[in-house]
Structure formats: structure tokens, C-alpha cells
């Protein structure tokens, strides 16, 4: 990731709530009613889609499972997969 750019400032109301900036709001993909991640990193705040949080945990924690099982190449994933899609139709 390179270097942080500041895209806006967002003033904190007595209630502790902010308004997005619509540009950050169309960077983030949310829309009015959806939930944002917030993350604390050190001395940051990180505010992320959570479904894109989700997918990023999910793929550190799969990071070398396919080779483990012996998928060394994406060719080998798709079989695998579609072996596993035809037991399933077939069940």
C-alpha cells in the first residue's frame, strides 16, 4: 500500500457520529444504511468495507492451503473445484 492521502475531514457531533464524505462513501462502496469496519492500526483508525475485511481474513488464513493439498497452480484449483461441483449434483 503506498503512501495515505487525505480525502477529506469529517467533524465529530455530541453524539460521536460523522458524515462520510460521498467521495469516500463511492471509494468504500456504501450507501446510506450500510456498515462500515473501523480497525484500529497502532496510532490510526482504518475504515474498510466489511466485506472486504472479511475476504482479506479469510484469504491470510487460507494462504497456503492449496499448495498444501496439493493444488500448485489455478488449473488445479478449478478441477478440484468442479470435481467437487459434480459429487455434489451427483449426491
Known sequence: ??????LDVAKVMPKGQITLPKDIRQKLSV???????????????VMMNPALYAMRLLQAEMAGQADAAGLGDDDAVSDYITGMRRE???A
Open 31 to 45: 450507501e446510506s444504511g450500510d456498515r462500515v469496519a473501523l480497525l484500529w492500526d497502532e496510532d490510526r483508525v
Open 1 to 6: 500500500m503506498g503512501a495515505p492521502v487525505l
Open 88 to 90: 455434489a449434483r451427483a
